[in-house]
């Protein structure tokens, strides 16, 4: 059995490019990723599920179609399914997203933001 | 929609009670728990699933029949599903707990440490 703490910036120091999270461990069949994000992300929702931000370090605003929750280091919040979103970070920020396993960060709004899936540290 | 942060903090102002998690929120069917902990809990595993520990403040050392884990602030740790574990710090320590609804803190081990379930802050 594997005996190591899980050690967040330790993780971080391992990459440096922004909203491409990577998976750090799993419990059951969900993940939980690190992330560094800068500026804006893109539109979009998770029609099957719920997706935890909890952030690390910096300050990290959620935007709503109707409203916006804005996080600084210790506080979390979770988007509820099906609800569209776009978080936005004016400065550097290090989140913890927990989601199911196959959750991609985009949603169905592809693009150039859209990174590779299940890519552990 | 409710957009006001989940502050560990402020919900850590708010109870003193020892090896009594409080449920902060809920993404799909797992909760959110955060709990005081200091000296020994007891001997327990969760047949049905993994459990995550994750430190916010203090350190926590999880036992294990064969080893153990020394967690500091900031790190976690993924217990996995039926393995006999037993938390302890050796000074007060704030933890953030990860699980599906319905798992009892002591497992099957009912006793003085067992703690009242789905009770929210």
Redesign the interface.
């Known amino acids: 059995?594997n005996?190591?703490?899980?050690?967040?910036?330790d993780k971080f120091s391992r990459f440096d490019d922004l909203w491409s999270p990577k998976v750090i461990?799993?419990?059951?069949d969900?993940q939980?990723k690190l992330a560094k994000v800068e500026g804006e992300f893109v539109w979009h929702s998770h029609p099957d599920?719920?997706?935890?931000f909890l952030v690390?370090d910096g300050k990290l605003d959620i935007e709503?179609r109707?409203?916006?929750?804005?996080?600084?280091e210790?506080?979390?919040?979770?988007v509820?399914?099906g609800?569209e979103h776009k978080p936005v970070a004016s400065e550097q920020c290090q989140i913890l997203l927990?989601?199911?396993r196959g959750v991609v960060n985009t949603g169905a709004v592809e693009g150039k933001l859209t990174a590779p899936n299940d890519v552990w540290l």
């Open positions: 059995m005996l190591n703490p899980i050690n967040f910036q461990a799993e419990m059951n969900y939980f599920t719920d997706e935890v690390l709503f109707d409203g916006r929750v804005s996080l600084a210790g506080e979390m919040y979770v509820p399914k609800v927990i989601e199911p």
